[in-house]
């Protein structure tokens, strides 16, 4: 199975901020990383797939890079409504594996 | 609205079995694979099975695999997780989601179900 790495695991920040995580993967999976963002109570929500495409409706703010075994996730100019915990998932092969999420909290 | 509605979740006992449902509305259900996750308390995601958009091939996480049955019904929407022999590990809010096959993605998900095993 292919394990996923995330760092870091919570990260404190203020508005404004730039927020970038890290997702690495134990074997290349190629461009198949996908981001998601989670709010306490509710079901994750699509971010950016295939490492750098961002979903139809999240705010351009929200990027992301990176290929075979190393991803980030970067939030330029962090929003009220950004602090949550993000999860990153390898989509090459199943098992579907995820990391074990980064959490951004308000400093 | 695209729309995925879970529902079945509870309280079991150890050995015990329980049946979830989701039902999907407002796009073409059987072009799509669907998928169920599970979040522990205060945990990750954890995949657990897919099934394919004719509903016949069907992958599964190791642990799970011999205790939990995924199925679909295409007329009814629908796609099902039987679980059996349900361990206190298997405790989690469940959720499906729809899955592409091109790029593996996860949208939408439901609110998700809660199992709790425990006697």
């Known amino acids: 199975d292919i394990q996923m790495t995330q760092s870091p695991s919570s990260v404190s920040a203020s508005v404004g901020d730039r927020v970038t995580i890290t997702c690495r993967a134990s074997q290349d999976v190629t461009k198949s990383l996908i981001w998601y963002q989670q709010k306490p109570g509710k079901a994750p929500k699509l971010l950016i797939y295939?490492?750098?495409l961002l979903q139809s409706g999240v705010p351009s703010r929200f990027s992301g890079s990176g290929y075979g075994t190393e991803f980030t996730l970067t939030i330029s100019g962090l929003q009220p409504e950004d602090f949550a915990t993000y999860h990153c998932?390898?989509?090459?092969?199943?098992?579907?594996?995820f990391g074990g999420g980064t959490k951004i909290e308000i400093k | 609205e695209i729309q995925l509605v879970e529902s079945g979740g509870g309280l079991v006992q150890p050995g015990g079995s329980l049946r979830l449902s989701c039902e999907a509305s407002e796009f073409t259900f059987g072009n799509h694979w669907m998928t169920w996750v599970r979040q522990a308390p205060g945990k990750g995601l954890e995949w657990v099975a897919n099934i394919k958009d004719d509903r016949s091939g069907k992958y599964y996480l190791d642990s799970v695999r011999g205790r939990f049955t995924i199925s679909g019904d295409n007329t009814k929407n629908s796609v099902y997780l039987e679980m059996n022999s349900l361990r206190a590990e298997d405790t989690a809010v469940y959720y499906c989601a729809r899955y592409s096959g091109i790029h593996g993605w996860l949208d939408p998900w439901g609110r998700g179900t809660l199992v709790t095993v425990s006697s």
């Open positions: 998932q390898q989509a090459e092969t199943f098992p579907l594996t």
């Open positions: 295939t490492a750098s």
